[in-house]
């Protein structure tokens, strides 16, 4: 879990801190829609390595973002899911997909 004291005053640098990078994005898009196999997440988030999704997914997890469930199983199952601190990203996701969306427009439209 992440250390209170390690992290920067301002609270749009935290959050950047924790959302840093577009891997992490989509992978917090795609479980806002339910719990995902690490392969489902690698096939809906298209072109991440296994190292780097599975990099990812840790430092989310150790961030308090991201759930880890292993069923005891062969072959094993891993799923994952987003933690109640997680879900509460939805609306920076959603902000960020309605401008998005407007930006497009925009560009589109000139």
Same mark, same amino acid.
């Given at each position: 879990?992440?250390?209170?004291?390690?992290?920067?005053?301002?609270?749009?640098?935290?959050?950047?801190?924790?959302?840093?990078?577009?891997?992490?994005?989509? $992978? $917090?898009?795609?479980?806002?829609?339910?719990?995902?196999?690490?392969?489902?997440?690698?096939?809906? $988030?298209?072109? $991440?390595?296994?190292?780097?999704?599975?990099?990812?997914?840790?430092?989310?997890?150790?961030?308090?973002?991201?759930?880890?469930?292993?069923?005891?199983?062969?072959?094993?199952?891993?799923?994952?899911?987003?933690?109640?601190?997680?879900?509460?990203?939805?609306?920076?996701?959603?902000?960020?997909?309605?401008?998005?969306?407007?930006?497009?427009?925009?560009?589109?439209?000139?």
């Amino acid at each position: 879990m992440v250390n209170v004291n390690m992290l920067p005053a301002c609270p749009v640098e935290t959050t950047l801190t924790l959302i840093s990078d577009k891997w992490k994005v989509l $992978i $917090i898009r795609d479980l806002l829609d339910g719990t995902r196999r690490f392969s489902e997440l690698r096939r809906s $988030i298209g072109h $991440i390595s296994q190292k780097v999704l599975t990099s990812n997914l840790r430092q989310m997890e150790n961030d308090g973002l991201v759930r880890r469930e292993v069923y005891a199983e062969v072959p094993p199952r891993v799923e994952y899911s987003l933690t109640e601190t997680g879900q509460s990203l939805k609306p920076v996701i959603d902000a960020m997909w309605n401008w998005g969306e407007s930006y497009k427009a925009k560009l589109a439209a000139d």
